[in-house]
């Protein structure tokens, strides 16, 4: 569940306690110039959402929940500060009986990049190791099972055609799948998928350059690259 945007005053209110080990109301109120009824309206918006709590000294402190809450909070503006999305990607590969080596990609029906041919991804998950995630999203989105190993880390940084606006910024995590079993499905309404060489990838019309990357990267056992890459319109 993605975090609920706050009000000007509410992140005040986060960052203000966020440097004391708790604060009084006026203390509070005092940097946000609103009215003390306006201002009791944020702050019992926070003590809701589980950010803050009223002590019995009458006095107010951040949650365990808050405290991370408000350590994502910009210095300058005091709003929530966006970050990078973390997202587990899964190399999957086969040996074919003639010898040909398989990888597993999917060509994306839904937006951003539809018709886009990647690997088997999904968002990481709180909590769970990397390995799950890519246990659960490969068998969700493929019917496949398999065993997986962390392989490195990737930064891609996706710009418009005029590299004036950045469009996504995202971590991903390489697991590597081996051992694959099953049969391989389409059910998933969320891309169409397929076990392709990698001269048969490339010769499709949308590919994430990633995809092609990845693979030799992983074979010649890079831990961490990063790549900046340009869409036009209407490919995002």
């Known amino acids: 569940m993605s975090a609920p945007q706050l009000h000007r005053t509410q992140a ?34 926070l003590v809701k959402l589980g950010y803050v ?8 402190q951040l949650t365990a929940v ?14 929530i500060e966006k970050q990078p999305k973390i997202s587990v990607l899964v190399v999957a590969e086969k040996i074919t009986t003639d010898g040909k ?5 999917q060509k994306r029906s839904r937006n951003p990049y539809y018709g886009y041919w990647s690997e088997i991804h999904g968002r990481a998950e709180w909590g769970n190791p990397f390995e799950v995630t890519a246990q659960r999203q490969l068998k969700r989105q493929t019917g496949l099972d398999a ?17 004036e606006q950045l469009l996504e910024d995202k971590l991903f995590v390489v697991v590597k799948a081996t051992d694959v079993t099953g049969e391989l ?10 076990w392709m060489t990698l001269k048969e ?25 990063a790549q900046d ?7 995002y």
Do not use: C, W
């Open 229 to 235: 890459l340009i869409y036009e319109k209407e490919d």
């Open 12 to 45: 005040s209110i986060l960052h203000s306690l966020r440097y004391a080990e708790s604060e009084r109301f006026n203390a509070l109120m005092h940097p946000t110039d609103q009215t003390s009824d306006t201002f009791k309206f944020h702050l019992r918006k």
């Open 185 to 194: 499905t389409n059910i998933y309404a969320g891309g169409m998928n397929a």
């Open 147 to 163: 065993s997986f190993t962390v392989a490195g880390f990737r930064r891609v940084r996706d710009y418009n055609e005029t590299k």
């Open 201 to 225: 990838l490339r010769a499709q019309e949308k590919v994430f350059a990633t995809t092609v990357s990845i693979v030799g990267e992983l074979a010649s056992g890079a831990f961490y690259t």
């Open 66 to 79: 808050g405290k991370e809450y408000a350590n994502n909070i910009n210095e300058s503006h005091r709003s």
């Open 101 to 105: 080596k398989l990888y597993l990609v």
């Open 53 to 60: 709590a009223k002590q019995e000294n009458g006095m107010y």
